[in-house]
């Protein structure tokens, strides 16, 4: 249940009439019918619900004591506002037969995490929202690989969602792993590169991930699969596990898309490069550099595991030591207060002026991470510390994330000036949205950005809750504080609120 959308699965009406026979039992269920549950979406907006929340109630009883001499109008409105009030003392009250997301992705981690802990309580909830069948699945195997045929479904946030898992409970990520087919993992990297590609380039296109040539001289960037929380887990070593190579590329595919989601409109590349999916399977594998062999046709290619990644258990094998293990770890929502909500603002900018679109070529010429060149802007744009939740998440990152300053070698001249020049751009921008303002550049930024907010953050969406005294009408004229939505380079969905 959202604002925008209240779906009702059964609906039981019992009524008190003084004579049911004058007509007034089909006049209730016409009203019924037709005007109360359509005013209980305005109604439940009203009552403070944010529309991008998923609530999901089992059950709710409600008595409504309406008089039959009211015209429609009253009636249906009197009969919608006891509908509204049960269903939110419902809400408040809270229990088992209540579950409330922010987001519809939190309700797909939620999925993904709890069934590979074998925790199917809260299967209702998602069968209301439509990610669950109705028929029971068995937990384990079936249930896990239900799970993952659900996120296929939703291939633009699939990555950051198995991120969040992998890196709040890794062990929950190891056993999903383990226990569902290569074939279920192909399709969703599939999937999730498609949808990439549709996003930055435009429907149809070829995603071909662009090819990563060696840093000069400067220092030595970070390990690819390093930089992937997807990937992180299993460069630690986990005795026991075993993985097929199928399952480790796709994995490395969705390592790739999670590091670098604009990846793919960066073209190709340097000719001459190698290519960054290779080097995450490799580093995957165990391989200080990648060893593959390829047909000379292009068209298939195999490569050589270590013994440790060959084997995976068969699907009939007894694992009663492991699965009867308890699988321990949430997924954490990580949220934090900034000065510098309005720092986001600018994200406007930086796509209409295709700076998001330079950042990724950039990865592509030289491997310094998009992230990187993002946050760097961030900081850059109003001098903030490094670990300040709007410049994190003008990056894409969480709140709690490490900034990517502190694990690539140091910024370098070329890189300042063209940190420098996009700055510009971007306060010539904002001369334009306000021709009035005559102020020096840092006085125009600070306007902009410097409002206090709370950023909320959860799987492949991004939310900065600013007070309502924030709000400034000029800033609303320029169009600054609509929601971007969507943003290809990041991997979100960003929102602006005001409570």
């Not at 009253?74 to 408040?92: K, T």
């Not at 802990?117 to 069948?133: E, F, G, I, K, V």
């Not at 090819?211 to 005795?239: D, K």
């Not at 998440?393 to 070698?409: I, M, N």
Request: charged share 25%.
């Amino acid at each position: 249940m959202s604002p925008d959308t209240l779906r009702v699965r059964r609906w039981e009406t019992c009524y008190q009439l003084p004579d049911p026979r004058d007509g007034s039992l089909a006049r209730l269920e016409r009203v019924l019918s037709t005007e109360v549950l359509g005013m209980l979406d305005t109604a439940l907006a009203a009552a403070g619900i944010s529309r991008s929340e998923e609530i999901c109630v089992q059950r709710v009883d409600a008595v409504a004591r309406v008089s039959l001499q009211m015209p429609d109008s009253r009636l249906s409105a009197a009969w919608a506002a006891e509908l509204v009030a049960a269903i939110m003392a419902a809400v408040e009250d809270g229990g088992q037969g209540v579950v409330r997301y922010r987001t519809l992705h939190a309700a797909l981690a939620d999925l993904l995490s709890s069934t590979a802990a074998d925790d199917l309580s809260r299967a209702w909830a998602w069968t209301q929202l439509a990610l669950w069948p109705a028929e029971p699945v068995a937990p384990g195997r079936a249930a896990m690989a239900k799970a993952l045929e659900v996120l296929t479904g939703h291939p633009r946030s699939a990555a950051a969602i198995l991120a969040s898992m992998a890196a709040n409970a890794p062990r929950r990520f190891r056993r999903l792993l383990e226990l569902t087919p290569s074939e279920a993992w192909e399709r969703l990297a599939d999937a999730a590169l498609r949808a990439s590609g549709e996003a930055n380039r435009g429907l149809g296109a070829p995603v071909v991930p662009p090819q990563v040539t060696a840093r000069p001289a400067g220092g030595r960037l970070s390990s690819l699969a390093a930089r992937s929380a997807i990937a992180r887990p299993l460069l630690e070593e986990e005795p026991g596990i075993m993985l097929p190579e199928r399952t480790l590329r796709a994995l490395a595919r969705l390592a790739f898309l999670e590091a670098e989601p604009a990846a793919t409109a960066a073209g190709r590349g340097t000719a001459g490069g190698t290519d960054p999916i290779d080097t995450i399977l490799a580093e995957l594998s165990g391989w200080p550099r990648p060893r593959l062999e390829r047909k000379r046709s292009g068209e298939t290619a195999t490569t050589r595991l270590p013994a440790r990644s060959r084997r995976r258990p068969a699907a009939s094998e007894e694992l009663t030591g492991y699965e009867a293990e308890v699988i321990t770890g949430e997924l954490t929502r990580p949220r934090a207060w900034t000065s510098f909500g309005g720092l986001l603002f600018l994200l406007h900018p930086v796509r209409e002026l295709g700076i998001a679109d330079e950042a990724a070529e950039f990865f592509a010429r030289t491997g310094r991470p998009t992230r990187w060149s993002l946050h760097a802007l961030g900081s850059e744009l109003e001098q903030l510390a490094p670990d300040d939740p709007a410049v994190l998440a003008f990056a894409g990152l969480a709140p709690d994330h490490r900034p990517p300053s502190e694990t690539e070698p140091p910024m370098e001249h070329s890189e300042r000036r063209m940190l420098l020049d996009w700055r510009a751009r971007i306060v010539t921008a904002l001369r334009d949205r306000f021709p009035d303002k005559a102020e020096g550049d840092d006085a125009l930024l600070r306007f902009v950005t410097r409002r206090r907010a709370e950023i909320v953050f959860d799987p492949a969406w991004i939310e900065a809750r600013l007070a309502l005294d924030e709000l400034s009408t000029e800033i609303r004229r320029a169009g600054l504080d609509l929601d971007p939505g969507w943003l290809p380079w990041l991997g979100a969905v960003v929102r602006f609120v005001y409570v």
